[in-house]
């Protein structure tokens, strides 16, 4: 069965400090993927999309079919990134599978 | 309005009470999804709406729940005989249904079943 594996619930890091947030999904030989962020009170929306290879917010996102992961980075955290974050695959044409999420504290 | 906009806010019920909780999509977007967020398990997919196609129900949990589209608009889920574990966020979803389009997601629905 298709699946996105989000290992970590929560992530915990300094101000300052690199962020990895890891994604990992089912084999599929062209696969589409998400990010999806949710701050605190607000509705959850969209980050990325690795087709679209662009960066939002410093952060940025690498297919890597050998290893099947997209995992979310940014190479300085900033208190305004604390929320919870999803990564989602596509699975058919309008069908997403979704990661449990993982819940991102930056420290001051 | 600019967004897609979900009604109730929060909602607490008795065990055994139905609820409805409302949708109202972006204008335009003819893709409507509902989704259940619990803590710790992601989002779940409930149902899919398509314009006037046939709607996926394929992630309906039990026959308890039901939805509706009217119009191409508007959607209603329904549960009825609400037990402790349909206690969650229930969040709508719509996309201008061009696949793969960004999903544009509501505020949800903070369901409480005592």
Same mark, same amino acid.
């Given at each position: 069965?298709?699946?996105?594996?989000?290992? $970590?619930?929560?992530?915990?890091? +300094? /101000?300052?400090?690199?962020?990895?947030?890891?994604? !990992?999904?089912?084999?599929?030989?062209?696969?589409?993927?998400?990010?999806?962020?949710?701050?605190?009170?607000?509705?959850? #929306?969209?980050?990325?999309?690795?087709?679209?290879?662009?960066? %939002?917010?410093?952060?940025?996102?690498?297919?890597?079919?050998? $290893?099947?992961? +997209?995992?979310? /980075?940014?190479?300085?955290?900033? $208190?305004?990134? &604390?929320?919870?974050?999803?990564?989602?695959?596509?699975?058919? !044409?309008? #069908?997403?599978?979704?990661?449990?999420?993982?819940?991102?504290?930056?420290?001051? | 309005?600019?967004?897609?906009?979900? &009604?109730? &806010? !929060? /909602?607490?019920?008795?065990?055994?009470?139905?609820?409805?909780?409302?949708?109202?999509? %972006?204008?335009?977007?003819?893709?409507?999804?509902?989704?259940?967020?619990?803590?710790? #398990?992601?989002?779940?997919?409930?149902?899919?709406?398509?314009?006037?196609?046939?709607?996926? /129900?394929?992630?309906?949990?039990?026959?308890? +729940?039901?939805?509706? =589209?009217?119009?191409?608009?508007?959607?209603?889920?329904?549960?009825? =005989?609400?037990? #402790?574990?349909?206690?969650?966020?229930?969040?709508?979803?719509? !996309?201008?249904? %061009?696949?793969?389009?960004?999903?544009?997601?509501?505020?949800?629905?903070?369901?409480?079943?005592?």
């Amino acid at each position: 069965a298709q699946r996105v594996t989000q290992p $970590e619930k929560l992530l915990s890091v +300094f /101000k300052g400090a690199p962020v990895e947030l890891k994604c !990992n999904y089912s084999y599929s030989g062209s696969p589409e993927l998400f990010w999806y962020v949710q701050y605190s009170r607000q509705r959850l #929306q969209l980050l990325l999309r690795h087709i679209s290879r662009e960066s %939002i917010k410093g952060f940025t996102a690498d297919l890597n079919k050998g $290893e099947t992961s +997209f995992h979310l /980075k940014k190479p300085f955290a900033q $208190e305004e990134d &604390s929320a919870m974050y999803y990564c989602a695959q596509r699975y058919s !044409n309008y #069908q997403l599978i979704w990661g449990a999420g993982t819940k991102l504290i930056i420290k001051p | 309005g600019a967004g897609v906009s979900q &009604s109730p &806010s !929060n /909602k607490v019920t008795e065990k055994g009470k139905d609820v409805e909780l409302r949708c109202d999509p %972006i204008s335009g977007h003819t893709a409507l999804y509902w989704y259940r967020q619990s803590l710790g #398990q992601g989002l779940e997919f409930l149902i899919y709406f398509q314009g006037n196609s046939a709607p996926d /129900k394929s992630g309906l949990p039990s026959d308890r +729940f039901s939805a509706e =589209r009217t119009g191409g608009s508007v959607s209603t889920l329904t549960i009825q =005989r609400t037990q #402790q574990e349909d206690s969650a966020v229930y969040l709508c979803a719509s !996309n201008p249904g %061009i696949p793969p389009g960004e999903l544009f997601f509501g505020e949800g629905s903070r369901l409480t079943v005592l």
